[in-house]
């Protein structure tokens, strides 16, 4: 599997716009610590860019 649909069924759970069906048979085909990977690197993204856009709204 590949990192791009990882991080494709994150953003989905992110948002929590997503068929029980099909989150179900695509959480039983992959690597859980894949998973969690890939959720904590875009987490951190998320975080960074809100820390950004507050940085740059502040003026500083």
Do not use: K
Request: net charge positive.
């Amino acid at each position: 599997m590949n990192g791009l649909r990882y991080v494709r069924m994150v953003l989905w759970s992110f948002i929590g716009i997503r068929r029980r069906s099909g989150a179900v048979d695509e959480f039983a085909q992959v690597r859980p610590s894949a998973l969690v990977v890939a959720a904590v690197a875009l987490a951190g993204g998320l975080v960074a860019v809100l820390a950004l856009v507050a940085t740059l709204a502040a003026g500083h």
